[in-house]
């Protein structure tokens, strides 16, 4: 399925890759057709018929996925002069903010409804409860990143989200960046000799280490790692940590595992540079927008 060119262009100003969203809406449009067309529509709205809707808020958070909206109208059959944002993603919304104007024929309307909600509830609950990680870091100096897990298929988007939040990305995929985790530990043989193979692959990748305790900790440092992940770490292996560091200024620490949300703040003061949540993508609760029909 091909985008509208202005479609497209509102994709690429966001950082989205009009192809894969393209993929990613087509396959959800097709997925609701796959065992007929849609009989309820087709019956209950006139031929010819036309609607205004608006896409209303139930409830509060922070928005995400407006152009991705627009994508799904389009690869419906809907001209993407029909709808009319009237908000941007990364705005903090109240419940009852309208946040999209649709004028539309009423059955393709009807028939895009559900995917076009699917997308925008998702990315607006990932973006929504970034910002609330933010909020409860705020004035700290550490930053929010996601990770990589992500639904399949919908990692670009849901990374977007994250963005929307206000969060940042960690690593697309498998080859942007090097992690070396307990595994890569283990067939290495020991966290130092992981560090060496992996730059002698790949020198100018950006490279990151796990570490489970300290000792790993100024393995890595005297390896001469300059991002660490310290994982499952209290927070005073967290704050023994940064002590560890100090002396090496270009090295940041990241925490990693069984973060929650009520001791992000706690997490944040130890002095680690990121903190890393994996429940933004793969945990998020959909914030709840409806589409209401507000005249035909």
Not at 203 to 227: I, S
Request: glycine residues 10%; proline residues 5%.
């Amino acid at each position: 399925m091909t985008l509208n060119a202005m479609v497209a262009r509102q994709l690429v100003a966001a950082g989205l890759d009009p192809e894969d969203t393209g993929r990613a809406v087509g396959a959800a449009l097709e997925e609701d057709l796959r065992y007929g067309p849609d009989v309820t529509s087709a019956a209950t709205a006139a031929p010819g018929a036309r609607a205004v809707a608006g896409v209303v808020a139930r409830q509060p958070g922070a928005l995400a996925g407006v152009p991705v909206a627009l994508a799904v109208l389009d690869l419906a059959g809907l001209t993407p002069e029909s709808a009319e944002p009237l908000r941007t993603d990364g705005d903090r919304i109240d419940a009852g903010t309208e946040v999209l104007r649709i004028h539309a024929p009423l059955r393709e309307l009807l028939g895009a409804e559900r995917t076009l909600l699917n997308f925008l509830t998702h990315l607006s609950g990932i973006a929504t409860a970034t910002r609330a990680w933010m909020d409860a870091v705020a004035g700290t100096g550490c930053a929010v990143r996601d990770t990589r897990k992500t639904t399949p298929g919908l990692r670009q988007l849901e990374k977007y989200a994250v963005r929307c939040g206000g969060g940042q990305n960690h690593r697309m995929g498998l080859g942007d960046a090097a992690l070396i985790k307990d595994n890569h530990v283990a067939a290495a043989g020991s966290v130092t000799k992981a560090i060496e193979a992996v730059r002698a692959v790949a020198p100018a990748l950006p490279l990151e280490v796990e570490c489970d305790d300290l000792t790993q900790v100024e393995e890595a440092l005297a390896a001469g790692a300059e991002l660490i992940l310290l994982d499952n770490m209290d927070l005073s292996d967290l704050r023994a940590a940064v002590a560890l560091a100090k002396p090496y200024p270009s090295v940041r620490l990241e925490a990693s595992g069984g973060l929650r949300l009520a001791t992000a703040r706690a997490v944040a003061e130890t002095g680690v540079d990121f903190v890393a949540v994996g429940a933004l993508t793969h945990s998020s609760p959909a914030l709840d927008l409806g589409l209401d029909l507000l005249s035909g």
